[in-house]
């Protein structure tokens, strides 16, 4: 069964860094675009930030310049190194990917379970 797990989150005080990781598993072809989001209480889940298989990437303007998402084909995992944290940052972070299980099939989104961060000043 094909599924992607999350790992990282935590509390931690404004200013400081968090690296959350997201690993995918079962029986995979290929993996597409990865992203991670998040959601805060009582606000609709939003992208963080987005990677493509070549490596191209896109963030959401409120964490450019701190955060940083990158992706190890090998290990089918992603990565978002988180620093310079805000209590606005405070959500649950989902990883997102999409996931092609053999030949000749068309990708399928998957979602992890999601990771908590929570950031106090």
């Known amino acids: 069964q094909v599924q992607l797990v999350e790992s990282g989150g935590g509390l931690v005080q404004a200013g400081g860094s968090l690296r959350l990781s997201c690993a995918a598993s079962g029986r995979l072809f290929s993996i597409n675009a990865m992203g991670w989001y998040r959601q805060a209480p009582g606000k609709q889940r939003e992208l963080v930030a987005r990677?493509?298989?070549?490596?191209?990437?896109n963030y959401a303007d409120s964490v450019k310049g701190r955060f940083t998402i990158s992706r190890d084909n090998a290990k089918n995992t992603l990565y978002l190194q988180m620093n310079s944290l805000k209590p606005e940052d405070t959500a649950v972070y989902y990883c997102?990917?999409?996931?092609?299980?053999?030949?000749?099939?068309?990708?399928?989104?998957?979602w992890g379970q999601g990771t908590q961060v929570t950031v106090i000043s």
């Open positions: 997102n990917a999409g996931l092609r299980v053999g030949v000749g099939t068309i990708p399928t989104n998957y």
């Open positions: 990677i493509t298989s070549g490596g191209s990437t």
